[in-house]
C-alpha cells in the first residue's frame, strides 16, 4: 500500500511563499512522474506541476514562474516551491504520483490559504 503525505500547508500574506512536501511511503515499487494539484473552494481540482522520473518539469501557465517543483527520488521526496503567491492560489493542495504497473496514487491533501 502505497501512502503519500503533504506537508507544509498554512496560512500566509499575499506575496509570501510556502514550501509544499510530500513523501511517499509503503511499497512503492518505481516513481515515475511526481506532481501537484489543487482544488479552491467551489472548483474543480486542478494541475499545477509535475516532474518526470527524468527530471523535465511541467507547470500549469497560472503558477510559472512562481512555483517550482524539484524532487528528491532516492528520498522518495518531492517539493513545490510557492513563490509570490496570491489569493487565487488559495486552495487545497494534494500531492499525486504515478507508480510503474500500479497507476495514480493521492495524498490527503494540504491548505493552503492566501490572505490579501
Known amino acids: 500500500q502505497v501512502r503519500l503525505v503533504e506537508s507544509g500547508g498554512g496560512l500566509v500574506q499575499a506575496g509570501g511563499s510556502l514550501r509544499l512536501s510530500c513523501e511517499a511511503s509503503?511499497?512503492?515499487?518505481?516513481?515515475?512522474?511526481m506532481g501537484w494539484y489543487r482544488q479552491a473552494p467551489g472548483k474543480q481540482r486542478e494541475f499545477v506541476a509535475s516532474?518526470?522520473?527524468?527530471?523535465?518539469?511541467n507547470y500549469a501557465d497560472s503558477v510559472k514562474g512562481r512555483f517550482t517543483i524539484f524532487r528528491d527520488m532516492a528520498e522518495k521526496m518531492n517539493y513545490l516551491q510557492m513563490n509570490s503567491l496570491n489569493a487565487e492560489d488559495t486552495a487545497v493542495y494534494y500531492c499525486?504520483?504515478?507508480?510503474?504497473?500500479?497507476?495514480?496514487?493521492w495524498g490527503q491533501g494540504t491548505k493552503v490559504t492566501v490572505s490579501s
Open positions: 499525486s504520483i504515478t507508480v510503474l504497473y500500479e497507476g495514480r496514487y
Open positions: 509503503g511499497s512503492v515499487s518505481r516513481i515515475n512522474d
Open positions: 516532474i518526470t522520473r527524468g527530471g523535465s518539469t
